[in-house]
């Protein structure tokens, strides 16, 4: 661990997204999970990467969904593609998703 490390960042490091924080603080039984020091030594368990996905509503657009997770609407397209067939495509070639349609984030 180095200082700023918290246990979101560790697992995104380990695992390839921060949802596995919590394995990593159950299995080093942390009193407190938002606590932890510069130098300690945690034990990390095996895990699978949990998928990232998420839930279209009214409104959204490949863009503003690539914003919020990447902070920039420019990586729309990695949303694109790792959803081939799911996102359909306007005769206007723009993106077409529907609300409740769930889309992997990668």
Known sequence: MVRGDNLWKIS???YG???NWVLVARENKLANPNIIHAGNVL??????AQERTYTVVKGDSLWGIAQAY???GYQWFK???A????????SNGRPLITP???????
């Open 100 to 106: 409740s349609q769930v889309l992997v984030i990668p």
């Open 12 to 14: 995104t490091r380990l």
């Open 83 to 90: 959803n081939s067939g799911k996102v359909g495509t306007l």
């Open 70 to 72: 990447y902070g920039s």
């Open 79 to 81: 949303i694109r593609d």
């Open 17 to 19: 997204t921060g949802y």
């Open 43 to 48: 034990t990390v368990p095996k895990a699978e």
